[in-house]
Nanobody, 128 residues
Framework: VQLQASGGGLVQAGGSLRLSCAASGRTFSSYAMGWFRQAPGKEREFVAAISWGGVTTSSYADSVKGRFTISRDNGKNTVYLEMNSLKPEDTAVYYC?????????????????????WGQGTLVTVSS
C-alpha cells in the first residue's frame, strides 16, 4: 500500500489545518488508520487513530483531545485529520499510517508497532 499525506503548512497559533492521507493498494476500509507526529529533536508520537469500517471509533492523544478530529472517507480511500486551535507545540512532521492487521478488533491502536505502512509525512508549522 502507498500512503500520500498532504495539507501541511504554516499557520498562526489558534488557526486550523486539515491534513489528508490518500491510500492505494489494499482494501482501505478494512484497515484502521492512524496519525502520528514527530517534532524536531523528539521521538515520533501518537496523535489519533480511527477504526476500520463504516461505523468507526476513534482514539486521541491527550494533548490533542478536543482540538483534533480524525475521520475517514472509504469511498475516497482517504483519512483526514482536522486540526483546530493549533498551538506552537503542535509543530511537527505528521505521518499517516495503516494498521498491520486487517479488521483488527478493539479500539484503534496507539502504538507505532501496530502499523505496517507509513506515508512520507507532511510538515505543520505553527507560529506564535
Amino acid at each position: 500500500v502507498q500512503l500520500q499525506a498532504s495539507g501541511g503548512g504554516l499557520v498562526q497559533a489558534g488557526g486550523s489545518l486539515r491534513l489528508s492521507c490518500a491510500a492505494s493498494g489494499r482494501t482501505f476500509s478494512s484497515y484502521a488508520m492512524g496519525w502520528f507526529r514527530q517534532a524536531p529533536g523528539k521521538e515520533r508520537e501518537f496523535v489519533a487513530a480511527i477504526s476500520w469500517g463504516g461505523v468507526t471509533t476513534s482514539s486521541y492523544a491527550d494533548s490533542v483531545k478536543g482540538r483534533f478530529t480524525i475521520s475517514r472517507d472509504n469511498g475516497k480511500n482517504t483519512v483526514y485529520l482536522e486540526m483546530n486551535s493549533l498551538k506552537p507545540e503542535d509543530t511537527a512532521v505528521y505521518y499517516c499510517a495503516q494498521d498491520a492487521i486487517i479488521r483488527r478488533t478493539g479500539v484503534p491502536g496507539t502504538r507505532q508497532n501496530m502499523y505496517a505502512s507509513w506515508g512520507q509525512g507532511t510538515l505543520v508549522t505553527v507560529s506564535s
